[in-house]
Nanobody, 124 residues
Framework: QLQLVESGGGSVQAGGSLRLSCVAS????????MAWFRQAPGKEREGVAL?????????YSNSVQGRFTISEDTAENTVLYLEMNALKPEDTAMYYC????????????????WGQGTQVTVSS
């Protein structure tokens, strides 16, 4: 069973930066797509960035393109990162790490494994 544990959230002012981390443990070889999603109060969970392990291909939502960077480090454990720059108040949300087998999708329902989330709050 794959476990995902996020960290790195916090409170920052607009224009600031944060780096989220997600440590994957368990049967990591089964995953070929890892992703970051976020959910603000009263809103649906939305995809932020996707990472395809084969080829290290990345995808970003329009709202974060150019500001956020997703990356993966497999040197020791599998760690998924989300570097967030130029943060805006509308980036405020709970951020979740997710993983699945097969190709990447923007649909949260397609993901098999989820972390518990880490809160990001951006003040104006």
């Amino acid at each position: 069973q794959l476990q995902l544990v996020e960290s790195g959230g916090g409170s920052v002012q607009a224009g600031g930066s944060l780096r989220l981390s997600c440590v994957a443990s368990g049967y990591t070889l089964s995953t070929s797509c890892m992703a970051w999603f976020r959910q603000a109060p009263g809103k649906e969970r939305e995809g932020v960035a996707l990472f395809e392990s084969e080829g290290h291909v990345t995808y970003y939502s329009n709202s974060v393109q150019g500001r956020f960077t997703i990356s993966e480090d497999t040197a020791e454990n599998t760690v998924l990162y989300l570097e967030m720059n130029a943060l805006k108040p509308e980036d405020t949300a709970m951020y979740y790490c997710a993983a699945k087998t097969g190709v990447c999708w923007w649909n949260a329902g397609r993901f098999d494994y989820w972390g518990q989330g880490t809160q990001v709050t951006v003040s104006s």
